[in-house]
């Protein structure tokens, strides 16, 4: 089902052949972009311009005339003008009264004013109808046709009617129109081109500092420590064997930190007795970027395996092979196989292999056009469920792998734990915790509270 079905609409352009003309001040290069794309969709299209001489970067069946005579031409005029410049929009105040401005501006900062550009255009000009629209679209994308980036184009303004008007321009133009509402939306259509990976941005920050804190973690006790103490230099370690266990204690570590802001979550609704409380800052946080921490687990993840694969390639791999070859040579004896080992190594591969098709299984349910065509419960089923599921799978097969290093006084170089059993912390104690939760007893007052039940309604605000 498309969550966001009521908003976006279809991307049918209009079929009547008659468009109306359209007015665009300003001939600079999202003006130019967007006259030659209304051009070709069949708008007339005529320019205001502080020069009405017609350079060839004009598109060819444009007209170009001053600001008052272009406005006198149409019912909606698109200002394609910088916030700065709007105040030579004032005397045509007469002339724009009834009509339809488009703002599309955009800022170099986020907030740069304390009122967005269309609500100050309509400050400055009270009669006309303001509408904010096409400032996510780029004159480049435009202009080449390479709509690819986004088609969608945020449409805000006070006036429905006004609004209607050019969401059709829009459909007509190829693009979906998604109605964001009055023009108190504007600041943040505004601020949306200037975001950076606004959700990614604690995710990746988290990701690196962890990454570079195992790197080192492993590089001092599987290349500096053996170094010293035993004469060994592993040094190429760096290249293969250490990146292949940072990958998956990242991948497992962010796996967990995925469900771990819904543990918090859970016992601080049960500390309260209510829903109606907001979470904390940081929770709030967290819990909206569960999807890029999931996204980039599942990165570590695949480099892990693509890493796993490539092991039998390596120079050290055939080495250490030949080695044990060599001694039951020498030694005239040959090694029976160690059933033990055979089940734990298989156990060991088979629980990655379903870990990891969780995982993958997960991050395919989370792209847009998967997730738009499940329902609210099937989505929830696939991320909590099969995700917990993965989240064990992941666990039980690092136990497997790393278990045998808990009890080894061998695995505590310089007394510090092996890095597989720092990577069990946290995935351990949120399947722990998690189990607690699924108890009865506590699972029962948590949906009543999720429900809407309150322990001391006093408590809610
Ligand atoms: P631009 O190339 O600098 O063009 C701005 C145009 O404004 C000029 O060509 C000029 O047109 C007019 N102008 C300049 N100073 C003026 C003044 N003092 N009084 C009246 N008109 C003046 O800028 P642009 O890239 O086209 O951007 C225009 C607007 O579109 C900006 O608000 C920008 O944020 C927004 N926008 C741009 C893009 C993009 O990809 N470029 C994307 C989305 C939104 P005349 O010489 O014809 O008068």
């Known amino acids: 089902m498309n969550k966001n079905s009521s908003n976006i609409m279809a991307l049918t352009p209009n079929t009547s052949n008659k468009r109306e003309t359209v007015c665009i001040f300003g001939t600079g290069d999202f003006g130019r972009a967007l006259g030659h794309k209304m051009i070709q969709c069949g708008y007339p299209v005529v320019y205001g311009s502080r020069s009405t001489h017609i350079s060839n970067l004009i598109p060819k069946d444009a007209e170009v005339l001053s600001h008052a005579e272009a406005a006198?031409?149409?019912?909606?005029?698109?200002?394609?003008?910088?916030?700065?410049?709007?105040?030579?929009?004032?005397?045509?105040?007469?002339?724009?009264?009834?009509?339809?401005?488009?703002?599309?501006?955009?800022?170099?900062?986020?907030?740069?004013?304390?009122?967005?550009?269309?609500?100050?255009?309509?400050?400055?000009?009270?009669?006309?109808?303001?509408?904010?629209?096409?400032?996510?679209?780029?004159?480049?994308?435009?202009?080449?046709?390479?709509?690819?980036?986004?088609?969608?184009?945020?449409?805000?303004?006070?006036?429905?009617?006004?609004?209607?008007?050019?969401?059709?321009?829009?459909?007509?133009?190829?693009?979906?129109?998604?109605?964001?509402?009055?023009?108190?939306?504007?600041?943040?259509?505004?601020?949306?081109?200037?975001?950076?990976?606004?959700?990614?941005?604690?995710?990746?920050?988290?990701?690196?500092?962890?990454?570079?804190?195992?790197?080192?973690?492993?590089?001092?006790?599987?290349?500096?420590?053996?170094?010293?103490?035993?004469?060994?230099?592993?040094?190429?370690?760096?290249?293969?064997?250490?990146?292949?266990?940072?990958?998956?204690?990242?991948?497992?570590?962010?796996?967990?930190?995925?469900?771990?802001?819904?543990?918090?979550?859970?016992?601080?609704?049960?500390?309260?007795?209510?829903?109606?409380?907001?979470?904390?800052?940081?929770?709030?946080?967290?819990?909206?970027?569960?999807?890029?921490?999931?996204?980039?687990?599942?990165?570590?993840?695949?480099?892990?395996?693509?890493?796993?694969?490539?092991?039998?390639?390596?120079?050290?791999?055939?080495?250490?092979?030949?080695?044990?070859?060599?001694?039951?040579?020498?030694?005239?004896k040959t090694e029976p196989l160690n059933n033990t080992n055979a089940w734990i190594s298989d156990c060991y591969l088979a629980l990655g292999i379903l870990g990891f098709f969780l995982f993958v299984l997960l991050g395919i349910t989370s792209l847009p056009s998967v997730s738009n065509n499940v329902n609210w419960r099937e989505f929830r089923f696939v991320q909590s469920k099969l995700g917990y599921l993965a989240l064990i799978f992941c666990t039980a097969h690092t136990l497997v792998y790393g278990g045998k290093w808990f009890l080894s006084p061998s695995a505590y170089k310089w007394y510090l734990p092996n890095i597989y059993m720092l990577s069990l912390v946290i995935p351990c104690a949120v399947l722990v915790v998690k189990f607690v939760l699924i108890f009865p007893c506590v699972d029962k007052p948590l949906t009543q509270i999720r429900q809407g039940w309150e322990r001391n309604p006093k408590h809610s605000e």
């Not at 009617?161 to 050019?166: G, I, L, N, T, Y």
């Not at 230099?233 to 819904?262: D, H, K, W």
């Not at 050290?316 to 070859?325: D, H, L, P, Q």
């Open 72 to 332: 006198q031409k149409a019912a909606i005029i698109i200002i394609a003008i910088q916030r700065q410049h709007y105040n030579f929009l004032t005397p045509l105040a007469e002339i724009l009264h009834g009509k339809v401005l488009v703002d599309i501006s955009n800022n170099l900062k986020l907030n740069q004013y304390p009122e967005s550009n269309a609500e100050y255009l309509a400050q400055l000009l009270p009669g006309s109808r303001v509408v904010k629209a096409f400032n996510t679209v780029s004159a480049w994308a435009l202009q080449s046709g390479t709509l690819d980036a986004s088609r969608q184009v945020f449409v805000c303004g006070d006036d429905v009617e006004a609004k209607q008007m050019v969401m059709n321009i829009v459909r007509a133009l190829g693009l979906t129109p998604l109605d964001k509402g009055s023009l108190l939306a504007a600041q943040e259509i505004e601020n949306y081109p200037l975001q950076l990976f606004p959700m990614w941005k604690f995710p990746i920050f988290l990701s690196l500092g962890l990454t570079a804190f195992f790197f080192f973690y492993c590089l001092a006790l599987d290349v500096i420590y053996t170094y010293i103490y035993e004469k060994n230099n592993f040094s190429f370690f760096i290249a293969i064997t250490i990146p292949n266990r940072v990958c998956p204690v990242m991948a497992l570590i962010l796996l967990a930190l995925v469900y771990l802001p819904g543990i918090f979550a859970a016992i601080i609704q049960l500390y309260r007795g209510t829903k109606y409380r907001r979470f904390p800052d940081w929770l709030d946080k967290w819990m909206l970027c569960r999807k890029q921490l999931g996204l980039i687990a599942l990165a570590f993840a695949s480099l892990h395996v693509v890493f796993s694969l490539v092991t039998p390639m390596r120079a050290f791999a055939s080495w250490r092979t030949s080695k044990g070859i060599i001694s039951q040579a020498l030694n005239n």
